[in-house]
């Protein structure tokens, strides 16, 4: 989950609040005047500082407010703390979406403010469109099931138990080399490359290395041949972020490679067992980019959800969720005649996809679908497990 185009983000923002209100050339009275007028307010600080901070950057920003000039700000930013080649591919993966979203919001910048900075605004309602979510009415008649008792030591017997493996966040890196430097300077290390990679300070492991490296292939294969020899899973859930963090060199081809390698693999160690695959917001191309179909097609991530899809087959019937997984990335199936397996893509919830400012009310219906599922369920008496790659409130 770790966020890797945190720099573009801020630019994001300080180029958004650059933007005049309302296509009104804004001058350096009106900024002063709009910081004056934030301080005196009852704002929280952070509101001010938005502005504030945004207000030099902005006035710089306009006087050459050409896309060249503004992605090689954004590098320079990046490369404070980031190697060059690290930012030219982070801004180069963004450039698309960043100018796409900028154009349609340059004219209200407030929103945008208000949308990044908790307190600025409801944070229930940060767009000010009342968001709202259709809830069906509560049942007259609730009977809510009391928890099983807990098991005692003694007993041997365990009929209702499942025994469930969970795996997320794997990140393999599929040019992992053993004795390359594994404390390089970039966001990632341990591949053959680079400076220090014939003599590294500290050389990568065979099965992986505890820092900033991905884990290599044969050690995920090593786990799964090992889990499926000794283990007797009733089923799998794999929670996203398959993808290695070299998230400035990101194509749509690479990640769907990876996607169907590592799926292959889980479906030749475990071939009985139902595997149930979720996104990670490291399966966007560009990472965290999930665009909902409000905004243009070509932004889509059509093929991404059609792997999901594909992924988890047999164990999930594409007509079982009225094809929500091939739509919106998000899921539901039957795992037992009890117990339904819910997936909702947290792509959505991330406040780096940027596509989120255009709109950030139920991209792609997911939450009022979410509902839905949920009351088929309760009416039908079966009980539910959520998987989700970004826990609730985090980002
Ligand atoms: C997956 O990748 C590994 C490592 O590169 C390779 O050995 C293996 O053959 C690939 N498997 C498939 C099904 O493509
Ligand atoms: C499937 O989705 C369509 C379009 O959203 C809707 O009209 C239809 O009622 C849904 N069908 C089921 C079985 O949920
Ligand atoms: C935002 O998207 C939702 C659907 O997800 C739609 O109902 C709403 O009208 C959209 N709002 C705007 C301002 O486009």
Request: net charge negative.
């Amino acid at each position: 989950m770790r966020l890797l185009s945190f720099p573009l983000f801020s630019l994001f923002l300080l180029v958004l609040c650059h933007a005049a209100p309302n296509k009104k050339k804004m001058n350096k009275k009106d900024l002063t005047k709009m910081v004056k007028d934030l301080r005196e307010s009852n704002e929280p600080v952070t509101c001010v500082g938005c502005i504030a901070v945004a207000a030099p950057l902005a006035y710089v920003a306009r006087l050459t407010p050409t896309e060249g000039i503004i992605l090689w700000f954004a590098k320079m930013i990046c490369s404070i703390n980031q190697p060059m080649e690290v930012c030219d591919g982070i801004t180069q993966q963004f450039r698309e979406e960043f100018f796409y979203v900028f154009r349609r919001l340059a004219n209200d910048p407030g929103k945008i403010c208000a949308a990044l900075i908790p307190g600025c605004v409801d944070p229930s309602d940060p767009d000010g469109e009342g968001w709202n979510i259709p809830l069906p009415p509560r049942p007259l008649s609730l009977t809510f099931p009391s928890p099983p008792p807990s098991p005692s030591p003694s007993s041997t017997s365990t009929p209702n138990i499942l025994k469930v493996l969970q795996i997320t966040d794997i990140h393999i890196d599929f040019h992992y080399e053993p004795g390359s430097e594994a404390e390089c300077s970039d966001p990632v290390c341990c591949r053959g490359r680079g400076r220090g990679s014939h003599n590294p300070s500290v050389a990568a492991g065979f099965w992986g290395t505890i820092g900033k490296c991905d884990i290599p292939y044969r050690t995920m294969e090593n786990m799964l041949s090992h889990i499926s020899k000794n283990h007797q899973v009733d089923y799998i859930m794999v929670g996203g972020d398959i993808i290695d963090h070299y998230d400035w060199k990101y194509s749509w081809e690479g990640t769907l490679e990876v996607l169907r390698n590592v799926s292959s693999l889980f479906k030749e160690q475990f071939p009985t067992t139902p595997i149930y695959w979720a996104l990670g917001n490291h399966e966007g191309v560009p990472v965290n980019s999930f665009a909902p179909h409000s905004v243009d097609e070509q932004f889509w991530p059509i093929h991404l959800y059609d792997q999901l899809t594909q992924m988890n087959k047999p164990w999930i019937k594409e007509d079982e969720d009225n094809k929500s997984s091939r739509y919106r990335g998000s899921w539901s199936t039957l795992v037992t005649d009890r117990l339904r397996l819910i997936s909702i893509n947290t792509g959505f919830c991330i406040n780096t996809n940027f596509f989120l400012y255009l709109n950030q009310s139920d991209p792609d219906g997911t939450m009022t679908w979410f509902v839905e599922q949920m009351k088929k369920a309760e009416l039908a008496g079966e009980n539910v497990h959520i998987l989700a790659h970004i826990p609730p409130r985090i980002l």
